[in-house]
């Protein structure tokens, strides 16, 4: 294999390695705070039933 392509395929990689990253973590810090939210609704007592959950997600 040429050096020239070995360095182009090495920077794709990782390129996109380096954006598949990105989302995964994007992603995991969204599902965090919402889980943080959703202690923060139960614990603090502001969620008394599951039908309140969707108007509480909304503000």
Do not use: E, H, Q, Y
Request: hydrophobic share 55%.
């Amino acid at each position: 294999m040429s050096s020239a392509l070995s360095s182009a395929l090495s920077s794709a990689l990782s390129s996109a390695l380096s954006s598949a990253l990105s989302s995964a973590l994007s992603s995991a810090l969204s599902f965090l705070d919402a889980m943080d939210m959703l202690d923060i609704m139960v614990n603090g007592k502001r969620l008394k039933d599951i039908s309140d959950l969707p108007l509480d997600l909304a503000v």
